[in-house]
T-cell receptor
Framework: DQQVKQNSPSLSVQEGRISILNCDYT??????FLWYKKYPAEGPTFLIS???IKDKNEDGRFTVFLNKSAKHLSLHIVPSQPGDSAVYFC???????????WGAGTKLIIKP | DVKVTQSSRYLVKRTGEKVFLECVQD?????MFWYRQDPGLGLRLIYF???????EKGDIPEGYSVSREKKERFSLILESASTNQTSMYLC????????????FGPGTRLTVT
């Protein structure tokens, strides 16, 4: 039973437009959420995070939104650039347990 | 920059062989993790260690063991490799109090035939 779900295996977006990646979770005890980015032949790298006490966190072109009532978070990338083409993983944690629970990933393809 | 290295990028082993995967980090991080990544399943935690000689089971420890004799080195051992252990194995490290921001190695793609 996957507690963190990324229902879109892949997403294709035109360069310069907004990319929106979605993530749903089932465990109401999760209170910290992260996005990681992974290029082929490399390990994932940390991108951005959000605590459950917030509903938005922004870092340059990247913004994460959290909707606790819907148990949903999203990552917005604007404007999308070719270097953003990668697999994006959503992860969640409950502070009582430092373990991260990961989604299956969404492959983002930025078209020229 | 944190550097996390893994002993092999690609490995092919036969069923029943004992397999060692090594991870070395150069940033004096206290915590080290071993994950496997499979299509459609994301990353799943096998074991983690928060100090030398300390280890904790993750979600899928069966068929695996670990060793951490030195702070910078964390080894994953497949006692008797099986075909269902064919996967991408990823090592990660963090500071003790920043467990969420994990630094990953490049991964080892293991094929068991």
């Amino acid at each position: 039973d996957q507690q963190v779900k990324q229902n879109s295996p892949s997403l294709s977006v035109q360069e310069g437009r907004i990319s929106i990646l979605n993530c749903d979770y089932t465990n109401s005890m999760f209170d910290y959420f992260l996005w990681y980015k992974k290029y082929p032949a490399e390990g994932p790298t940390f991108l951005i995070s959000i605590s459950s006490i917030k509903d938005k966190n922004e870092d340059g072109r990247f913004t994460v939104f959290l909707n606790k009532s819907a148990k949903h978070l999203s990552l917005h990338i604007v404007p999308s650039q070719p270097g953003d083409s990668a697999v994006y993983f959503c992860a969640a944690s409950a502070q009582s347990n430092y373990q991260l629970i990961w989604g299956a990933g969404t492959k983002l393809i930025i078209k020229p | 920059d944190v550097k996390v290295t893994q002993s092999s990028r690609y490995l092919v082993k036969r069923t029943g062989e004992k397999v060692f995967l090594e991870c070395v980090q150069d940033m004096d991080h206290e915590n080290m993790f071993w994950y496997r990544q499979d299509p459609g399943l994301g990353l799943r935690l096998i074991y983690f260690s928060y100090d030398v000689k300390m280890k904790e089971k993750g979600d899928i420890p069966e068929g695996y063991s670990v060793s951490r004799e030195k702070k910078e080195r964390f080894s994953l051992i497949l006692e008797s490799a099986s075909t269902n252990q064919t996967s991408m194995y990823l090592c990660a490290t963090t500071y003790r109090d920043r467990v969420y921001e994990q630094y990953f190695g490049p991964g080892t793609r293991l094929t068991v035939t």
